[in-house]
């Protein structure tokens, strides 16, 4: 399988997928949309996951206090790329909190107004698998209908497939929820990226490799793996201020995240494998903000190691 994929590194990475199938590498642009999150407005808690900051992971996105319809947070997005070469498009990533979670007129409005930017290819769409619902589904597929030559992804925030693990990080769902959520996505032929967080409190290699054997399962056509970051004024800070909590060393995580790939099936395009904490948020751990140091790390062990993507898929299944 993996022989059909041209991928200039040992995983099938978002950029060579994007150039494999636009011819050019697309941008994203966070969008904070001004959603919320059942798990914060009382629906099913307060707060948050443990991990999550009052940002709702939007920290990226164009600042909506200062441009808030999303036609003026692409072109504010846009512009931040100054002279660089970028290419003709960018992809819409409505980023901040539950993205899904509120009425669908709105929902509606909010897509079509990114969609029908010209500089926009297609949108992908963050959110939790118990919002999303048949009406939101259909919604999207009529979306799809209207603008034929763009594309409409949903990232799904799993994090673990462990309903142990979920309970203690207050994900306020079931692994159920996310596999009937995943079916009926797949049916309307709209692509599933499924995010991991790797180093959750109390989970191992076993714990991880359980996750993706379950993704491989389900079928998500894309994944992020995630490093679990520390974050000011969270219940996980807490817990690692308190000594309860220790982050994942840059070796554990490189070890980890190509366990991770050896196990996963090859045609799963990854869409990161590092992560982005706020630097003025992150408390540990303090290498993760060396993107570039890990994925060269991450690149040299695996060209020692003479591994890809894949390579245990099979003995693995």
């Known amino acids: ?29 966070a969008i ?8 914060r407005d009382g629906t099913l ?17 164009v600042k909506r206090t200062e441009y808030p319809s999303v036609t003026g947070q692409l072109s504010a997005g846009a512009a931040l790329f ?22 669908l007129p709105r929902l509606r409005t909010l897509y079509r107004e990114a969609l029908a930017e010209p500089a926009v290819a ?9 919002c999303i619902s048949e009406n939101i589904v259909t919604m999207l597929v009529n979306l799809m209908a209207e603008f034929p ?19 203690f990080i207050r994900r306020g769902y079931p692994l159920s929820v996310y596999d009937k959520c995943v079916a009926l996505l797949h049916d309307a032929g709209i692509p599933v990226i499924t995010h991991v967080i790797l180093g959750l409190p109390g989970e191992n290699k076993e714990h991880v490799l359980s996750t993706i054997d379950h993704l491989n399962h389900t079928g998500t056509w894309g994944i992020k793996l995630q490093l679990l970051h520390v974050l ?21 995580y490189i070890s980890l995240i190509i366990k991770c790939l050896e196990h996963l099936r090859p045609d799963v395009v990854v869409h990161r494998l ?44």
């Open 1 to 29: 399988m993996r022989d059909k994929i041209l991928s200039t590194r040992p995983y099938y990475s978002l950029n060579d997928f994007l150039k494999n199938t636009y011819g050019e590498k697309l941008y994203k642009i």
């Open 32 to 39: 904070d949309a001004g959603f919320t999150c059942p798990n």
């Open 45 to 61: 808690g307060y707060g948050g996951c443990i991990f999550c900051s009052t940002g709702g992971s939007g920290e990226h996105a």
């Open 82 to 103: 100054g002279n660089k070469s970028v290419g003709r498009r960018f992809i819409a990533y409505f980023q901040a909190y539950t993205n899904t979670y509120g009425p």
């Open 122 to 130: 297609g949108i992908s769409i963050a959110t939790r698998p118990d």
């Open 149 to 167: 030559d763009k594309f409409v992804w949903i990232e799904l925030g799993l994090q673990t497939a462990d309903d142990e693990t979920a309970v």
């Open 232 to 252: 000011k004024d969270t219940d996980l800070a807490a817990l690692y201020l308190a000594g309860q909590y220790r982050p994942l060393t840059q070796e554990d």
């Open 274 to 317: 590092t992560g982005d904490g706020p630097k003025d948020l992150l408390l540990a751990p303090r290498w993760s903000l060396g993107k570039r140091n890990v994925l060269n790390s991450l690149h040299h062990t695996m060209k020692l190691l003479n591994t890809h993507q894949g390579r245990l898929y099979r003995s693995h299944m």
